[in-house]
């Protein structure tokens, strides 16, 4: 069970507090109109899916009722960093010294 | 290959088993086959198994990074039914379900496949209207199955509690009399050695660290090995095949999340078949070991961790003892986790790719045990045309572009 | 039968409180402090159970949790059984009853047993696989007999009485293991002043403190124990927990502890102080550092026939002797490879029993130990081992042998020495599972023979789990983990002065796994490996012959570590063999993965009180009083309870449902409408946010107006819909299905937080603040007038308008909006006053025959009128136009509101999508089944081409006829045709395409 500092609560809650929203800083093509199938599709439905440093979006559900930004290791579930939204992560899979963010530790 | 019987059992014991036969050689890679098929589960090895075996492609490399069904083959529920709503997925499963009938014989080999029957509880009004629909539409499909009300229930699962008093009250149930649970371990066994007795090369401790392209198309596979040729690859990597497509440069419609189970310590016989409640929450057969196979929730985060977080633990429980109260002082004794691929229909993806002569299958979700031969079948003749099963024809990568999906988390149930 | 192999001094039992109990039917003794283990020993039961394959008679082995043979069948009445409960873990209370879980006729005189020694061989590993496969119709019968075959215990097939909870703890540091490393640990964090929890799994704390031949400080250990946990008891910071498993360790340092809080009173909690007490207690700890005490196992060695009672692991035959006061046989020969191993030997030979001879691997055994074993002149055969047990249901004799460890081979010649028990230890292997849990390998220490810890962030281990196995260096360790811990967790930690303990000389070890035989694996006696699952040596060799070679494939292959012990004596042992026979390194051949739990644990302690009616609370709305009055009958509805239908006396619920209807279409009915959802919406941008949010446009509704609304997710899917009323010009009040209503103001926060920031807008949930009572019919108006201190004329008060009104002097918003067809107001008061309104309504109502309704009837009026359900008319794959609810999508407002690009998608665009219609079926009394699927032909042919499903359907008294609706393909352009719906009855009934709307399809009556 996972422990996550909201940003917005400044401090650690217990995962069942919150809720995982999937990928985070997805755009929605700003002229949906004018945006081709192919954008849209990938948009609505296309994902990183990382393995290693993975940006997704959190919830505190019962809490804040905030959105925010968790940088996390998906195969550790290390959290690097949570951060409101409209900001950029500092931790990035280039940021981290080229180590093991995309092939894990574990096999 | 040499044939399994009990007469042969016999003849090594008393040779006092020294003398029976590796059931799959240990090769070293060649510089090209004809296919590579990245991934020694369940699907890979049964896609090895039948492009040999029915179209006759045996030069063929199965490369696993780890040890053959190593991934989701070992830590699934086993359950297996194909009373699916849509037809494309009802077709592709109930496809898997004919093969299953007679894989023990046509393998050789004993994958247990039990055909005690699948239960799907409905607890509401809307439950019981969509389960209606599912078996109406089954059968159509020629699909068995059948509604049954909580008596009969009750008369099939004589321990769970089918009083009105429970907090969800069984109202009636789909039953599937053709659906089980199978040895998941033996099903990838089975399929490896058949296929290396048909001359198909399993490559264990070999990752694949690239795809290697040249004008669109594939041209192999960097491993932790070499350098391996193919001009034709198929990925069937299940919770990794978010990592495969980043490799070849693209992206899938599929998250890899956690998806926990858990067993009971082994017991007496005490229930005979598989009982599963989306509304409560939780799916529970007894293995022929005696141990309660229990699955649990999916975890609502990416995570290739294989295992998931405690709640989603705690809520199968609650499930599990509010359908069976007498399960209470029962004994959990481990619990893990796999990595299923999930896609946004909860619907499978066996599909080229941009990448021309790269196939994908995968995004099975929690369903890919059950599918294990339908899919090995239906992607070894997609691989060996060159182009899409009439049954794998509807799961392209394009559908979440045209907008095509086939929505089997449909009827999910919200109501004034 | 008296405690024969009861010793007259020593052990921490109580001697003055004397317990029975029974085994198998047999009335036997023991004492306060006793395990049901020790309590057999005492007693010389030899056979405890029956193994799970072979059927092989089978004692107790060792003296916890990593017992793999004492396993049995606990529980007095029905309610109270427990399944595979080990022996050597459960304490004696009176009365209590246990039997072996395998063996029939009995666990003596097994007839299996015969089956398993004459057939056994031809049962290797995974001889399943390869038979039982002609004919194939007959597997399902030889099934049957495996399976009943398999399982140890049996499940309690009556409901569980006992109730367990759940407690959430934070805590500085969390220390599993009070032995001497977890107690120094829990001394120097606790007086560092940080909050500590201390837990053991065992009766009592102390760990190997308690059998312990060492002093501390000059006196026995277990008095530092005893002053150690006096001092603790002390600190108000520190929470003791015994009887209590660290069973999971889970991320970010959050770890289980499951707490048996009556387990060894009573096979059912007592009453404690008159009240219900739990039975267990999960306690649910997030800890800032986690200190790992948890010791190590020994590990036994595999030779012939190592499973004959009487074969025992050397630590534990001198905890019998040493903590029970038990010992378990008369004459005594000890295999060993290391010094620790001696203390058995000592400890036998000083309860005045036979030492046969100390049988040492090493050629030259050095230490002190084995000195004291010399001075008392205990004859020590060294460079050999036992390589084989003889006798049936106990050791009669052992066979020794000079052995070549590096070369795998026996030398010379073997002779046999008569005894009754043989102690074996090869070493020990810490108990590393709470280090691995969360996916972190192991690290192999050579040095060692054992894996530690690979690491985990704020995890500290301490001590034998370290590979620190001498008391100094595990005391020593532990000390300095509690300060670092506490440290850690950012207090400033002291420093506390080790205890003084003499140092031990010991003699090096030396690796040994499988005891070479004279015969080559695959021939010689079995040699067992994982004794639960009957997993052998050469089993583990065949599987490797076959193919296996990762230690995964063995695993699985063989069964090794696949028990209720999870391998922890047999895993490193199997390791090592299959490393032996694969030519590879321990380390080579893999690291063991160890999941929760460390121990099995109830179902219903992990599920706490959340069972039955807490599993998942009930919401009732403010009238259910009222409801319950009237006789209603309810539905689950999402969490809540609704009305379904209020039968009369003995009516039918379609009497009540037809009458319902009519009193609608009549006179005047009642609904209550609470449940939807209710949001508030105020801002300056909240026009606009609806605008994004809804398909349809808001720019122009002016205050005192309601309208309804749709709403898609972003692939163009309707998820929700409802009304929503313009309360200001920045203020609006949202009803949202009862079912969504949580997930709509979810989606809502979402699109503001996270994609438009900018918009001044915010929301509050006000669906328990609302009661909601619809009043419809014909005379509702007149109803309304009597209540309402407002002009309710038409013309004052016309359709789609809400008003601010006092009903039955209580402030009300009422909403002139209709789900039925009929002239309609939902009357909103806050909750409180629910019952103050409805009692006035129904007194008022009279003479209208105000009628309450329930969702059935809510269900027929809305079918009528061709209103759809959210969840029931579409199923994530409807659009509104699917809907035929274009009229609803407002494709000219400028932005582009969530849903819309997806509808001109090209499978969106498609004119055959399944579309909304009505079913009109040819026979007038038929009421077609929900869920029945559309077919085209009058013939069945399997497989048959589908068009669609019956997603509503019911018959209508004012239509005196069945009537559905369903979603067909290419529905709009089927108008008049005939099709067929196939229900799972076999069943095919006729019926006619029509428009959805049966009903007042110019909605004349509800513009009245």
């Given at each position: 069970?996972?422990?996550?500092y909201?940003?917005?609560?400044?401090e650690?809650?217990?995962?069942?507090?919150?809720?995982?929203?999937?990928?985070?800083?997805?755009a929605?093509?700003?002229?949906?109109?004018?945006?081709?199938?192919?954008?849209?599709?990938?948009?609505?439905?296309?994902?990183?899916?990382?393995?290693?440093?993975?940006?997704?979006?959190?919830f505190?559900?019962?809490?804040?009722?905030?959105?925010?930004?968790?940088?996390?290791?998906?195969?550790?579930?290390?959290?690097?960093?949570?951060?409101?939204?409209?900001?950029?992560?500092?931790?990035?899979a280039?940021?981290?010294?080229?180590?093991?963010?995309?092939?894990g530790?574990?096999? | 290959?040499?044939?399994?019987?009990?007469?042969?059992?016999?003849?090594?014991?008393?040779?006092?088993?020294e003398?029976w036969?590796?059931?799959?050689?240990?090769?070293?890679?060649?510089?090209?086959?004809?296919?590579?098929?990245?991934?020694?589960?369940?699907?890979?090895?049964?896609?090895?198994?039948?492009?040999?075996?029915?179209?006759?492609?045996?030069?063929?490399?199965?490369?696993?990074?780890?040890?053959?069904?190593?991934?989701?083959?070992a830590?699934?529920?086993?359950?297996?039914?194909?009373?699916?709503?849509?037809?494309?997925?009802?077709?592709?499963?109930?496809?898997?379900?004919?093969?299953?009938?007679?894989?023990?014989?046509?393998?050789?080999?004993?994958?247990?496949?039990?055909?005690?029957?699948?239960?799907?509880?409905?607890?509401?009004?809307?439950?019981?209207?969509?389960?209606?629909?599912?078996?109406?539409?089954?059968?159509?499909?020629?699909?068995?199955?059948?509604?049954?009300?909580?008596?009969q229930?009750?008369?099939?699962?004589?321990?769970?509690d089918?009083?009105?008093?429970?907090?969800?009250?069984?109202?009636?149930?789909?039953?599937?009399?053709?659906?089980?649970?199978?040895?998941?371990d033996?099903?990838a066994?089975?399929?490896?050695?058949?296929?290396?007795?048909?001359?198909?090369?399993?490559?264990?401790?070999?990752?694949?660290?690239g795809?290697?392209?040249?004008?669109?198309?594939?041209?192999?596979?960097?491993?932790?090995?070499g350098?391996?040729?193919?001009?034709?690859?198929?990925?069937?990597?299940?919770?990794?095949?978010?990592?495969?497509?980043?490799?070849?440069?693209?992206?899938l419609?599929?998250?890899?999340?956690?998806?926990?189970?858990?067993?009971?310590?082994?017991?007496?016989?005490?229930?005979?078949?598989?009982?599963?409640?989306?509304?409560?929450?939780?799916?529970?057969?007894?293995?022929d070991?005696?141990?309660?196979?229990?699955?649990?929730?999916?975890?609502?985060?990416v995570?290739?961790?294989?295992?998931?977080?405690?709640?989603?633990?705690?809520?199968?429980?609650?499930?599990i003892?509010?359908?069976?109260?007498?399960f209470?002082?029962?004994?959990?004794?481990?619990?893990?986790?796999?990595?299923?691929d999930?896609?946004?229909?909860?619907?499978?993806?066996?599909?080229?790719?941009?990448v021309?002569?790269?196939?994908?299958?995968?995004?099975?979700?929690?369903?890919?045990?059950?599918?294990?031969?339908?899919?090995?079948?239906?992607?070894?003749?997609?691989?060996?045309?060159?182009?899409a099963?009439?049954?794998?024809?509807?799961?392209?990568?394009?559908?979440?572009?045209?907008?095509?999906?086939?929505?089997?988390?449909?009827?999910?149930?919200?109501?004034? | 039968?008296?405690?024969?192999?009861?010793?007259?001094?020593?052990?921490?039992?109580?001697?003055?409180?004397?317990?029975?109990?029974?085994?198998?039917?047999?009335?036997?003794?023991?004492?306060?402090?006793?395990?049901?283990?020790?309590?057999?020993?005492?007693?010389?039961?030899?056979?405890?159970?029956r193994?799970?394959?072979?059927?092989?008679?089978?004692?107790?082995?060792?003296?916890?949790?990593?017992?793999?043979?004492?396993?049995?069948?606990?529980?007095?009445?029905?309610?109270?059984?427990?399944?595979?409960?080990?022996a050597?873990?459960?304490?004696?209370?009176?009365?209590?009853?246990?039997?072996?879980?395998?063996?029939?006729?009995?666990?003596?005189?097994?007839?299996?047993?015969?089956?398993?020694?004459?057939?056994?061989?031809?049962?290797?590993?995974?001889?399943?696989?390869?038979?039982?496969?002609?004919?194939?119709?007959?597997?399902?019968?030889?099934?049957?007999?495996?399976?009943?075959?398999?399982?140890?215990?049996?499940?309690?097939?009556?409901?569980?009485?006992?109730?367990?909870?759940?407690?959430?703890?934070?805590?500085?540091?969390?220390?599993?293991?009070?032995?001497?490393?977890?107690?120094?640990a829990?001394?120097?964090?606790?007086?560092?002043?940080?909050r500590?929890?201390l837990?053991?799994?065992?009766?009592?704390?102390?760990?190997?403190?308690?059998?312990?031949?060492?002093?501390?400080?000059?006196?026995?250990?277990?008095?530092?124990?005893?002053?150690?946990?006096?001092?603790?008891?002390?600190?108000?910071?520190?929470?003791?927990?015994?009887?209590?498993?660290?069973?999971?360790?889970?991320d970010?340092?959050f770890?289980?502890?499951?707490?048996?809080?009556?387990?060894?009173?009573?096979?059912?909690?007592?009453?404690?102080?008159?009240?219900?007490?739990?039975?267990a207690?999960?306690?649910?700890?997030?800890?800032?550092?986690?200190?790992?005490?948890?010791?190590a196992?020994?590990?036994?060695?595999?030779?012939g026939?190592?499973?004959?009672?009487?074969?025992?692991?050397?630590?534990?035959?001198?905890?019998?002797?040493?903590?029970?006061?038990?010992?378990?046989?008369?004459?005594?020969?000890?295999?060993?490879?290391?010094?620790?191993?001696?203390?058995?030997?000592?400890?036998?030979?000083?309860?005045?029993?036979?030492?046969?001879?100390?049988?040492?691997?090493?050629?030259?055994?050095?230490?002190?130990?084995?000195?004291?074993?010399?001075?008392?002149?205990?004859r020590?055969?060294?460079?050999?081992a036992?390589?084989?047990?003889q006798?049936?249901k106990?050791?009669?004799?052992?066979v020794?042998?000079?052995?070549d460890?590096?070369?795998?081979?026996?030398?010379?010649?073997t002779?046999?020495?008569?005894?009754?028990t043989?102690?074996?230890?090869?070493?020990?292997?810490?108990?590393?599972?709470?280090?691995?849990?969360?996916?972190?390998?192991?690290?192999?220490?050579?040095?060692?023979?054992?894996?530690?810890?690979?690491?985990v962030?704020?995890?500290?281990?301490?001590?034998?789990?370290?590979?620190?196995?001498?008391l100094?260096?595990?005391l020593?360790?532990?000390?300095e983990?509690?300060?670092?811990?506490?440290?850690?967790?950012?207090?400033?930690?002291?420093?506390?002065?080790?205890?003084?303990?003499?140092?031990?000389?010991?003699?090096?070890?030396?690796?040994?796994y499988?005891?070479?035989?004279?015969?080559?694996?695959?021939?010689?006696?079995?040699?067992?490996?994982?004794?639960?699952?009957?997993?052998?040596?050469?089993?583990?060799?065949?599987?490797?012959?076959?193919?296996?070679?990762?230690?995964?494939?063995?695993?699985?292959?063989?069964?090794?570590?696949?028990?209720?012990?999870?391998?922890?004596?047999?895993?490193?042992?199997?390791?090592?063999?299959?490393?032996?026979?694969?030519?590879?390194?321990?380390p080579?051949?893999?690291?063991?993965?160890?999941?929760?739990?460390?121990?099995?644990?109830?179902?219903?302690?992990?599920?706490?009180?959340?069972?039955?009616?807490?599993?998942?609370?009930?919401?009732?709305?403010?009238?259910?009083?009222?409801?319950?009055?009237?006789?209603?009958?309810?539905?689950?509805?999402?969490?809540w309870?609704?009305?379904?239908?209020?039968?009369?006396?003995?009516?039918?619920?379609?009497?009540?449902?037809?009458?319902?209807?009519?009193?609608?279409?009549?006179?005047?009915?009642?609904?209550?409408?609470?449940?939807?959802?209710?949001?508030?919406?105020?801002?300056?941008?909240?026009?606009?946010?609806?605008n994004?949010?809804?398909?349809?446009?808001?720019?122009?509704?002016?205050?005192?107006?309601?309208?309804?609304?749709l709403?898609?997710k972003?692939?163009?899917?309707?998820?929700?819909?409802?009304?929503?009323?313009?309360?200001?010009?920045n203020?609006?009040h949202?009803?949202?299905?009862?079912?969504?209503?949580?997930?709509?103001?979810?989606?809502?926060?979402?699109?503001?937080?996270?994609?438009?920031?900018?918009?001044?807008?915010?929301?509050?949930?006000?669906?328990?603040?609302?009661?909601?009572?619809?009043?419809?019919?014909?005379k509702?108006?007149?109803?309304?007038?009597?209540?309402?201190?407002?002009?309710?004329s038409?013309?004052?008060?016309?359709?789609?308008?809400?008003?601010?009104?006092?009903?039955?002097?209580?402030?009300?918003?009422?909403?002139?909006?209709?789900?039925?067809?009929?002239?309609?107001?939902?009357i909103?008061?806050q909750?409180?006053?629910?019952?103050?309104?409805?009692?006035a309504?129904?007194?008022?109502?009279?003479?209208?025959?105000?009628?309450?309704?329930?969702t059935?009837?809510?269900?027929?009026?809305?079918?009528?009128?061709?209103?759809?359900?959210?969840?029931?008319?579409?199923?994530?794959?409807?659009?509104?136009?699917?809907?035929?609810m274009?009229?609803?999508?407002?494709?000219?407002?400028?932005?582009?509101?969530?849903?819309?690009?997806?509808?001109s998608?090209?499978?969106?665009?498609r004119?055959?999508?399944?579309?909304l219609?009505?079913?009109k079926p040819?026979?007038?009394?038929?009421?077609?089944?929900?869920?029945?699927?559309?077919?085209?032909?009058?013939?069945?042919?399997?497989?048959?081409?589908?068009?669609?499903?019956?997603?509503?359907?019911?018959?209508?008294?004012?239509?005196?006829?069945?009537?559905?609706l369903?979603?067909?393909?290419?529905?709009?352009?089927?108008?008049?045709?005939?099709?067929?719906?196939?229900?799972?009855?076999?069943?095919?009934h006729?019926?006619?395409?029509?428009?959805?709307?049966?009903?007042?399809?110019?909605?004349?009556?509800?513009?009245?």
């Amino acid at each position: 069970m996972l422990h996550i500092y909201c940003p917005h609560c400044d401090e650690h809650r217990e995962e069942e507090e919150f809720r995982s929203k999937g990928e985070a800083h997805i755009a929605r093509p700003p002229e949906p109109e004018s945006a081709s199938d192919e954008d849209w599709g990938n948009y609505l439905f296309f994902r990183k899916n990382p393995r290693g440093l993975h940006h997704e979006q959190w919830f505190h559900a019962v809490g804040c009722r905030k959105f925010f930004n968790v940088t996390r290791d998906t195969v550790s579930y290390e959290i690097l960093e949570t951060y409101k939204p409209g900001q950029q992560p500092v931790v990035t899979a280039e940021s981290r010294n080229g180590s093991a963010s995309d092939k894990g530790a574990a096999k | 290959m040499k044939q399994y019987s009990g007469f042969g059992l016999v003849k090594h014991a008393l040779s006092h088993h020294e003398n029976w036969q590796r059931m799959w050689r240990n090769p070293a890679p060649k510089r090209e086959y004809d296919v590579i098929i990245v991934g020694g589960g369940g699907h890979g090895l049964a896609t090895a198994y039948y492009l040999a075996k029915v179209h006759g492609i045996t030069n063929v490399a199965v490369v696993e990074k780890g040890w053959l069904g190593g991934g989701n083959t070992a830590r699934n529920t086993t359950i297996v039914r194909s009373n699916y709503l849509w037809d494309e997925s009802a077709w592709l499963y109930e496809h898997a379900m004919k093969l299953w009938e007679g894989l023990s014989q046509e393998l050789n080999y004993n994958v247990m496949f039990s055909q005690r029957g699948v239960m799907n509880l409905g607890h509401t009004l809307q439950d019981m209207r969509d389960i209606h629909r599912r078996v109406n539409a089954n059968r159509l499909n020629g699909i068995d199955g059948e509604v049954i009300d909580a008596r009969q229930v009750k008369e099939i699962v004589p321990h769970m509690d089918c009083t009105a008093n429970r907090r969800f009250p069984v109202l009636g149930a789909s039953w599937q009399p053709r659906a089980g649970v199978a040895r998941h371990d033996a099903v990838a066994w089975g399929f490896a050695r058949g296929a290396d007795a048909l001359g198909v090369d399993m490559l264990q401790q070999t990752e694949v660290t690239g795809i290697r392209t040249s004008g669109g198309k594939v041209l192999g596979v960097e491993t932790s090995r070499g350098f391996i040729g193919a001009k034709t690859v198929g990925v069937v990597t299940a919770g990794n095949s978010g990592v495969l497509a980043k490799m070849a440069g693209f992206k899938l419609p599929v998250e890899s999340h956690p998806l926990q189970a858990l067993v009971s310590e082994p017991m007496k016989p005490i229930l005979d078949t598989v009982v599963m409640s989306n509304h409560v929450h939780g799916y529970i057969s007894q293995s022929d070991k005696g141990d309660l196979v229990i699955g649990a929730g999916i975890d609502g985060y990416v995570g290739y961790g294989q295992r998931g977080s405690y709640q989603t633990i705690e809520h199968t429980l609650q499930a599990i003892v509010e359908l069976f109260p007498i399960f209470s002082r029962v004994r959990m004794n481990r619990q893990w986790g796999g990595i299923v691929d999930t896609t946004p229909d909860a619907c499978p993806i066996i599909s080229a790719t941009p990448v021309g002569g790269l196939f994908f299958n995968c995004g099975w979700g929690t369903g890919g045990f059950k599918a294990t031969p339908g899919s090995g079948h239906v992607f070894a003749a997609t691989l060996a045309a060159g182009k899409a099963h009439p049954l794998a024809a509807p799961f392209t990568i394009d559908r979440f572009i045209s907008g095509k999906l086939i929505d089997e988390h449909g009827a999910a149930g919200v109501a004034h | 039968m008296s405690q024969r192999n009861r010793l007259g001094t020593g052990g921490r039992i109580d001697r003055t409180r004397p317990l029975s109990f029974n085994f198998n039917g047999v009335s036997l003794q023991g004492f306060a402090g006793d395990t049901l283990a020790s309590a057999l020993l005492a007693n010389g039961v030899d056979v405890v159970n029956r193994s799970f394959k072979y059927a092989r008679p089978r004692g107790v082995m060792a003296a916890g949790a990593d017992e793999p043979n004492a396993i049995v069948q606990l529980g007095s009445t029905e309610a109270g059984q427990v399944p595979n409960v080990r022996a050597t873990q459960q304490a004696l209370y009176n009365g209590l009853v246990a039997k072996s879980t395998n063996g029939w006729p009995n666990v003596d005189r097994d007839v299996m047993g015969l089956l398993g020694s004459l057939g056994g061989q031809f049962m290797p590993p995974g001889f399943y696989y390869k038979t039982f496969m002609t004919p194939a119709s007959a597997w399902p019968k030889y099934e049957q007999y495996i399976r009943k075959a398999a399982g140890l215990g049996r499940s309690p097939v009556e409901s569980d009485p006992d109730i367990y909870d759940h407690m959430n703890h934070h805590c500085d540091v969390l220390i599993v293991g009070a032995g001497p490393s977890g107690l120094a640990a829990a001394l120097a964090a606790g007086r560092s002043g940080a909050r500590v929890i201390l837990c053991d799994e065992q009766e009592e704390m102390g760990g190997s403190l308690l059998d312990s031949r060492e002093s501390i400080d000059g006196s026995p250990a277990a008095e530092w124990v005893a002053t150690v946990l006096a001092e603790l008891a002390t600190l108000p910071d520190v929470l003791l927990l015994a009887r209590t498993t660290a069973n999971g360790y889970h991320d970010h340092n959050f770890v289980t502890l499951h707490e048996r809080r009556t387990e060894h009173l009573a096979d059912l909690a007592p009453q404690a102080n008159g009240r219900r007490q739990s039975r267990a207690r999960m306690h649910k700890v997030r800890a800032k550092r986690v200190v790992l005490a948890t010791g190590a196992l020994e590990r036994p060695l595999v030779y012939g026939r190592n499973d004959v009672p009487g074969n025992m692991l050397a630590g534990a035959v001198s905890t019998f002797i040493r903590r029970y006061g038990v010992i378990p046989g008369k004459t005594l020969v000890l295999s060993t490879t290391n010094d620790h191993g001696y203390r058995a030997a000592l400890d036998w030979h000083d309860a005045g029993r036979t030492v046969v001879a100390i049988v040492d691997a090493r050629d030259k055994p050095d230490g002190d130990l084995v000195a004291a074993a010399r001075s008392r002149n205990i004859r020590v055969i060294s460079g050999s081992a036992v390589i084989e047990a003889q006798g049936k249901k106990r050791v009669t004799s052992a066979v020794v042998a000079a052995i070549d460890i590096e070369g795998f081979r026996v030398m010379g010649s073997t002779q046999e020495l008569g005894c009754d028990t043989i102690a074996s230890s090869g070493g020990y292997s810490p108990v590393i599972h709470l280090a691995a849990h969360t996916g972190r390998r192991p690290v192999w220490r050579e040095d060692l023979f054992g894996f530690v810890s690979g690491g985990v962030p704020g995890q500290i281990a301490a001590g034998g789990v370290n590979g620190r196995w001498s008391l100094r260096d595990a005391l020593e360790d532990g000390f300095e983990a509690g300060a670092r811990a506490a440290a850690e967790a950012g207090l400033n930690a002291v420093t506390v002065t080790p205890p003084a303990v003499a140092a031990v000389r010991e003699g090096k070890a030396v690796a040994l796994y499988e005891v070479p035989h004279t015969k080559p694996t695959m021939r010689a006696p079995k040699q067992f490996v994982d004794q639960q699952n009957d997993v052998t040596a050469a089993g583990i060799e065949l599987a490797t012959r076959e193919g296996f070679e990762s230690i995964e494939h063995v695993k699985r292959y063989t069964g090794l570590g696949f028990g209720t012990d999870q391998g922890k004596l047999g895993n490193i042992n199997g390791m090592a063999i299959a490393a032996r026979v694969t030519k590879q390194t321990i380390p080579e051949t893999g690291t063991t993965v160890f999941r929760p739990n460390y121990t099995p644990i109830a179902f219903g302690a992990i599920a706490g009180r959340h069972c039955d009616e807490l599993f998942d609370p009930r919401r009732y709305t403010a009238l259910h009083a009222s409801h319950l009055e009237r006789g209603a009958k309810f539905e689950e509805v999402g969490q809540w309870m609704r009305p379904w239908y209020f039968p009369r006396g003995t009516e039918s619920m379609h009497d009540a449902v037809q009458r319902e209807c009519r009193a609608v279409r009549e006179g005047v009915g009642m609904l209550d409408a609470s449940t939807l959802g209710k949001i508030e919406i105020q801002g300056k941008d909240a026009r606009e946010f609806l605008n994004r949010l809804y398909t349809n446009a808001w720019t122009k509704l002016e205050p005192g107006k309601c309208r309804y609304g749709l709403m898609c997710k972003d692939d163009g899917m309707v998820m929700d819909d409802g009304v929503t009323a313009c309360l200001a010009e920045n203020h609006f009040h949202m009803t949202t299905t009862t079912g969504g209503a949580a997930g709509v103001l979810d989606w809502m926060e979402l699109w503001h937080q996270t994609e438009w920031p900018e918009l001044e807008v915010y929301f509050n949930s006000t669906t328990d603040n609302w009661v909601a009572m619809t009043i419809t019919g014909p005379k509702a108006r007149k109803l309304l007038a009597e209540v309402a201190d407002i002009d309710v004329s038409a013309e004052a008060f016309p359709y789609m308008d809400w008003r601010e009104a006092k009903v039955a002097g209580v402030p009300a918003r009422i909403f002139r909006i209709s789900f039925t067809g009929e002239l309609s107001y939902e009357i909103n008061v806050q909750a409180n006053y629910a019952m103050h309104v409805c009692k006035a309504l129904f007194e008022k109502g009279a003479k209208y025959d105000l009628t309450p309704y329930g969702t059935e009837t809510m269900h027929v009026l809305r079918a009528e009128k061709g209103f759809v359900i959210i969840g029931q008319e579409t199923d994530g794959s409807v659009t509104p136009e699917d809907l035929g609810m274009q009229w609803c999508v407002g494709y000219k407002k400028p932005y582009s509101w969530i849903g819309r690009r997806a509808l001109s998608r090209p499978d969106t665009r498609r004119t055959d999508r399944k579309q909304l219609v009505g079913l009109k079926p040819l026979d007038p009394k038929v009421v077609l089944q929900e869920g029945a699927q559309i077919v085209l032909e009058k013939e069945i042919k399997i497989p048959m081409p589908m068009y669609g499903h019956v997603t509503s359907s019911y018959f209508s008294p004012v239509l005196g006829h069945g009537f559905a609706l369903a979603l067909l393909k290419g529905g709009s352009e089927r108008m008049g045709q005939t099709v067929y719906l196939s229900s799972g009855d076999g069943s095919l009934h006729a019926a006619e395409v029509v428009s959805p709307v049966f009903y007042d399809p110019k909605g004349t009556r509800h513009h009245v």
